[in-house]
């Protein structure tokens, strides 16, 4: 298995090179003594976490995978302890509110501790990731009871959070969900119905998990209006907070997957259930987007994890790996062989990893600022600009960093060659882990159809706008700059394609709204490709300021901008194959009639 190191000096490079998060901190509340050297001793202790003891039990997790017997689920060994050390270091509360027993912290630091742990083990950092979304949800649409009641033990870790929407019968199309909630005497509700691909639904960390359940009320109407959100614990809580009776919800089995095996993934039971609504009445859809879009922001993380896990396996084995001769003459000739990472195609490999990793990581920490603004901003009008920003952005980071980091992950596997095939190098790990990735919270092309239907086509382009325009500005502004020159013209051109681009889609979507369909993946991946470009011109610009100035460690910038180079070179030319992807059009998809699809010999 690939030793996982937290790449530190790239996580500081982004957070106060790139981003300034020393002056970002000071536009929120009460963040005003949240410094570099605080920020860089908090990223430091959970860099050690993360190393000491995550990533020691992430092959052995996968190998053991989780147990089930009797409604029961249990853990790997040594998942439960790991947890328990977490609890212990406070990590749970890191960027939680101060009056529910949080450490205030901008949440910006808590996805860099979400990386990390999820580069070490994802199986294991799913259990306390699904609680933050829970957490926010009961922040925003709980009522005082509520948050008494659940806040604070989720906070502190004592207990875990899930989220439940999909059922048997019904995947991402919520508006068919059958899952009943009936009004008790007391104001609680019964819900009676089964959730599935419930993610930490069970297991043996803690003694309460705190359910989030989507269900319907007798008299609710038919489709996605008709739908409520319901707290469900595991177990029942009194009024002063101890815990009462074991209610009626229970795993019926965990699902036996391709990968993330030491996850349960579990089948939830809800056996007239006591649950209290959370939210209006018949807007539980509205209210479980705020779980939705902070478990997707989540999971655009798997991308960056499996980019940079698969990277630093595939790198320290290509300058080992010895195989052949450079074409150009052997470059290690004392041994009898050269090292893999002197040929071109495993550096392309390795490269488009970097470069995948790294600009995934600038785009999750600028997301993370925003979110921080939304949460924590003291000016109305910038929150809400944060707020429209990350609605914009949240699926193509999602989709394209998942897409990406699979991609990056199947390379890893390609550098080891024959060994990247077999399970002992962890690499085949890595893939398998991250598959699931473009899949949950909404798979690429539901990603791609809200980018472009809901969040591009019926704002008329204004959100894109708020980001192309960040983008054009950039651009503006270094137009003389002779060194990043090259880079600084193409992404210019491709922002200016953006705009021209959705313009044409618009115009065939006026004719037969199926174009949106038809061209949705594709404007996604062509809009992730762009706003990498952004991401790596921003620290292709700081990198050379660095040079300039002598900063030092000159290795470092150099290896930043070429890198980018790189990206402007060989990857986002791809970004131009999926626009004549989209020129393509409706019809190549659509023509053929479904019993001409295939034939055989009878």
Same mark, same amino acid.
């Given at each position: 298995?690939?030793?996982?190191?937290?790449?530190?000096?790239?996580?500081?490079?982004?957070?106060?090179?790139?981003?300034?998060?020393?002056?970002?901190?000071?536009?929120?509340?009460?963040?005003?003594?949240?410094?570099?050297?605080?920020?860089?001793?908090?990223?430091?202790?959970?860099?050690?976490?993360?190393?000491?003891?995550?990533?020691?039990?992430?092959?052995?997790?996968?190998?053991?995978?989780?147990?089930?017997?009797?409604?029961?689920?249990?853990?790997?060994?040594?998942?439960?302890?790991?947890?328990?050390?977490?609890?212990?270091?406070?990590?749970? $509360? #890191? &960027?939680?509110?101060?009056?529910?027993?949080?450490?205030?912290?901008?949440?910006?630091? @808590? !996805?860099?501790? /979400?990386?990390?742990?999820?580069?070490?083990?994802?199986?294991?950092?799913?259990?306390?990731?699904?609680?933050?979304?829970?957490?926010?949800?009961?922040?925003?649409?709980?009522?005082?009871?509520?948050?008494?009641?659940?806040?604070?033990?989720?906070?502190?870790?004592?207990?875990?959070?899930?989220?439940?929407?999909?059922?048997?019968?019904?995947?991402?199309?919520?508006?068919?969900?059958?899952?009943?909630?009936?009004?008790?005497?007391?104001?609680?509700?019964?819900?009676?119905?089964?959730?599935?691909?419930?993610?930490?639904?069970?297991?043996?960390?803690?003694?309460?998990?705190?359910?989030?359940?989507?269900?319907?009320?007798?008299?609710?109407?038919?489709?996605?209006?008709?739908?409520?959100?319901?707290?469900?614990?595991?177990?029942?809580?009194?009024?002063?907070? $101890? #815990? &009462?009776?074991?209610?009626?919800?229970?795993?019926?089995?965990?699902?036996?997957?391709? @990968? !993330?095996?030491? /996850?349960?993934?579990?089948?939830?039971?809800?056996?007239?259930?006591?649950?209290?609504?959370?939210?209006?009445?018949?807007?539980?859809?509205?209210?479980?987007?705020?779980?939705?879009?902070?478990?997707?922001?989540?999971?655009?993380?798997?991308?960056?994890?499996?980019?940079?896990?698969?990277?630093?396996?595939?790198?320290?084995?290509?300058?080992?790996?010895?195989?052949?001769?450079?074409?150009?003459?052997?470059?290690?000739?004392?041994?009898?062989?050269?090292?893999?990472?002197?040929?071109?195609?495993?550096?392309?490999?390795?490269?488009?990893?970097?470069?995948?990793?790294?600009?995934?990581?600038?785009?999750?920490?600028?997301?993370?600022?925003?979110?921080?603004?939304?949460?924590?901003?003291?000016?109305?009008?910038?929150?809400?600009?944060?707020?429209?920003?990350?609605?914009?952005?949240?699926?193509?980071?999602?989709?394209?960093?998942?897409?990406?980091?699979?991609?990056?992950?199947?390379?890893?596997?390609?550098?080891?060659?024959?060994?990247?095939?077999?399970?002992?190098?962890?690499?085949?790990?890595?893939?398998?882990?991250?598959?699931?990735?473009?899949?949950?919270?909404?798979?690429?092309?539901?990603?791609?159809?809200?980018?472009?239907?809901?969040?591009?086509?019926?704002?008329?382009?204004?959100?894109?706008?708020?980001?192309?325009?960040?983008?054009?500005?950039?651009?503006?502004?270094?137009?003389?700059?002779?060194?990043?020159?090259?880079?600084?013209?193409?992404?210019?051109?491709?922002?200016?394609?953006?705009?021209?681009?959705?313009?044409?889609?618009?115009?065939?979507?006026?004719?037969?709204?199926?174009?949106?369909?038809?061209?949705?993946?594709?404007?996604?991946?062509?809009?992730?490709?762009?706003?990498?470009?952004?991401?790596?011109?921003?620290?292709?610009?700081?990198?050379?300021?660095?040079?300039?100035?002598?900063?030092?460690?000159?290795?470092?910038?150099?290896?930043?901008?070429?890198?980018?180079?790189?990206?402007?070179?060989?990857?986002?030319?791809?970004?131009?194959?999926?626009?004549?992807?989209?020129?393509?059009?409706?019809?190549?998809?659509?023509?053929?009639?479904?019993?001409?699809?295939?034939?055989?010999?009878?």
């Amino acid at each position: 298995m690939p030793d996982y190191k937290a790449p530190l000096r790239d996580i500081q490079f982004v957070m106060h090179e790139v981003l300034d998060a020393e002056e970002h901190y000071k536009v929120l509340r009460g963040n005003d003594d949240v410094n570099r050297e605080l920020v860089d001793a908090i990223i430091e202790e959970g860099a050690k976490f993360c190393q000491n003891e995550l990533a020691p039990i992430n092959r052995s997790g996968d190998e053991e995978g989780c147990g089930f017997e009797d409604g029961v689920v249990t853990t790997p060994a040594g998942f439960k302890e790991a947890y328990q050390k977490y609890v212990e270091g406070g990590w749970p $509360s #890191l &960027a939680a509110p101060e009056d529910q027993g949080g450490q205030g912290l901008p949440n910006s630091i @808590g !996805i860099v501790m /979400s990386e990390m742990m999820g580069t070490a083990n994802w199986s294991w950092g799913m259990y306390p990731g699904l609680s933050h979304g829970a957490l926010k949800t009961l922040e925003e649409h709980g009522t005082d009871e509520q948050k008494e009641t659940y806040l604070k033990p989720l906070i502190s870790g004592e207990w875990t959070g899930t989220m439940c929407l999909t059922e048997p019968h019904c995947g991402t199309d919520l508006g068919i969900l059958r899952t009943k909630a009936e009004p008790n005497a007391d104001g609680s509700y019964a819900i009676t119905g089964t959730k599935i691909f419930i993610s930490a639904g069970d297991h043996d960390f803690v003694d309460n998990i705190v359910h989030i359940v989507l269900a319907r009320l007798p008299d609710a109407p038919k489709g996605t209006k008709g739908i409520s959100l319901f707290i469900v614990p595991k177990v029942n809580v009194n009024d002063d907070g $101890s #815990l &009462a009776d074991r209610n009626g919800v229970v795993c019926g089995s965990i699902e036996h997957k391709m @990968g !993330i095996k030491a /996850s349960a993934t579990c089948v939830m039971n809800f056996e007239g259930a006591k649950g209290y609504l959370i939210g209006p009445p018949n807007r539980g859809l509205n209210c479980m987007f705020t779980f939705m879009n902070t478990a997707r922001v989540g999971t655009a993380l798997q991308g960056l994890a499996a980019s940079e896990g698969s990277f630093q396996g595939a790198l320290t084995y290509a300058k080992e790996r010895l195989a052949m001769r450079a074409l150009s003459g052997p470059k290690a000739p004392e041994k009898e062989a050269d090292p893999i990472i002197v040929h071109p195609d495993v550096r392309r490999m390795l490269l488009t990893q970097k470069a995948f990793a790294e600009g995934g990581r600038a785009m999750a920490y600028y997301l993370a600022q925003h979110s921080d603004i939304v949460e924590q901003g003291s000016d109305e009008e910038a929150r809400k600009a944060s707020d429209e920003m990350m609605a914009f952005l949240t699926p193509i980071a999602k989709a394209f960093m998942t897409e990406t980091g699979l991609e990056a992950a199947n390379n890893g596997v390609q550098v080891f060659g024959g060994h990247g095939f077999i399970r002992e190098w962890g690499m085949e790990q890595i893939v398998r882990d991250t598959r699931i990735a473009t899949l949950y919270e909404g798979t690429t092309g539901v990603q791609a159809l809200d980018l472009l239907g809901r969040k591009v086509m019926l704002t008329q382009g204004r959100l894109l706008k708020l980001f192309t325009k960040e983008v054009h500005k950039f651009c503006v502004q270094n137009e003389g700059n002779e060194a990043i020159k090259d880079l600084v013209d193409t992404l210019a051109s491709y922002n200016k394609d953006w705009g021209d681009l959705t313009t044409q889609i618009g115009m065939k979507a006026m004719q037969n709204q199926e174009e949106i369909g038809a061209a949705s993946v594709d404007y996604l991946m062509y809009s992730g490709y762009v706003c990498f470009a952004y991401f790596w011109a921003l620290m292709a610009k700081v990198a050379q300021q660095k040079l300039d100035e002598g900063a030092g460690e000159e290795g470092f910038y150099k290896a930043k901008l070429q890198t980018a180079r790189f990206y402007f070179k060989r990857l986002l030319p791809r970004a131009k194959m999926h626009a004549e992807c989209i020129a393509g059009g409706l019809d190549v998809l659509m023509d053929m009639e479904e019993e001409n699809f295939a034939f055989y010999v009878e």
